[in-house]
T-cell receptor, first 114, second 115 residues
Framework: DGGITQSPKYLFRKEGQNVTLSCEQN?????MYWYRQDPGQGLRLIYY???????QKGDIAEGYSVSREKKESFPLTVTSAQKNPTAFYLC?????????????FGQGTRLTVV | QQQVKQSPQSLIVQKGGISIINCAYE??????FPWYQQFPGKGPALLIA?????SEKKEGRFTISFNKSAKQFSLHIMDSQPGDSATYFC??????????????FGTGTRLTIIP
């Protein structure tokens, strides 16, 4: 089945640690995105990538880093510089061709700082 | 310019009633307006979407109404059912601008359908 797989589903981080969230897609989509979801604030864009080896900052990139070495994979690292990392993180992908921008989402990773 | 405002924040509707969620945008370059449905602990899923060349789009019990001059669009759920209880997000994107098709999302509406 085609889709987007995020792992792990739940993640606990100690203060001062970096953690990496995995996102893999087998939809052959060019574009991939990372969103952060907090209660009452909707989905806010962290980073996005339109093509392999290229990515751009979204609205709230500070304290996060990404890589796009393969078309299928777009991991997100939450660094110790992110002061309030507890949130629900969503990865998405889209075909990124003209006129087709439907975003498909993974099931999310809930990150909690302990 | 990139903001999408969504209201209400929460909505309670009786089974069989009509649920209405509204969104407004500022960026006139937006030309794609999807609605996403999200159940607790899950990722959002595309429900229905509209382009600005039409004023209304209907799929089953779900209808998008679009008012280009007012820069507003809304989701109507007819004959609302308990299974429709979820959080709904509107979004907007500029899909004509190749390489910049990222979506801007509203803040979400938590819909509860009561028996």
């Amino acid at each position: 089945d085609g889709g987007i797989t995020q792992s792990p589903k739940y993640l606990f981080r100690k203060e001062g640690q970096n953690v990496t969230l995995s996102c893999e897609q087998n939809l052959n989509h060019d574009a991939m995105y990372w969103y952060r979801q907090d209660p009452g604030q909707g989905l806010r864009l962290i980073y996005y990538s339109q093509i392999v080896n290229d990515f751009q900052k979204g609205d709230i990139a500070e304290g996060y880093s990404v890589s796009r070495e393969k078309k299928e994979s777009f991991p997100l690292t939450v660094t110790s510089a992110q002061k309030n990392p507890t949130a629900f993180y969503l990865c998405a992908s889209s075909p990124s061709s003209r006129g087709r921008t439907e975003a498909f989402f993974g099931q999310g990773t809930r990150l909690t700082v302990v | 310019q990139q903001q999408v405002k969504q209201s209400p924040q929460s909505l309670i509707v009786q089974k069989g009633g009509i649920s209405i969620i509204n969104c407004a945008y500022e960026n006139t370059a937006f030309d794609y307006f999807p609605w996403y449905q999200q159940f607790p602990g899950k990722g959002p899923a595309l429900l229905i979407a509209i382009r600005p060349d039409v004023s209304e789009k209907k799929e089953g019990r779900f209808t998008i109404s679009f008012n280009k001059s007012a820069k507003q669009f809304s989701l109507h759920i007819m004959d609302s059912q308990p299974g429709d209880s979820a959080t709904y997000f509107c979004a907007a994107g500029d899909i004509s601008n190749f390489g910049n098709e990222k979506l801007t999302f509203g803040t979400g509406t938590r819909l509860t359908i009561i028996p």
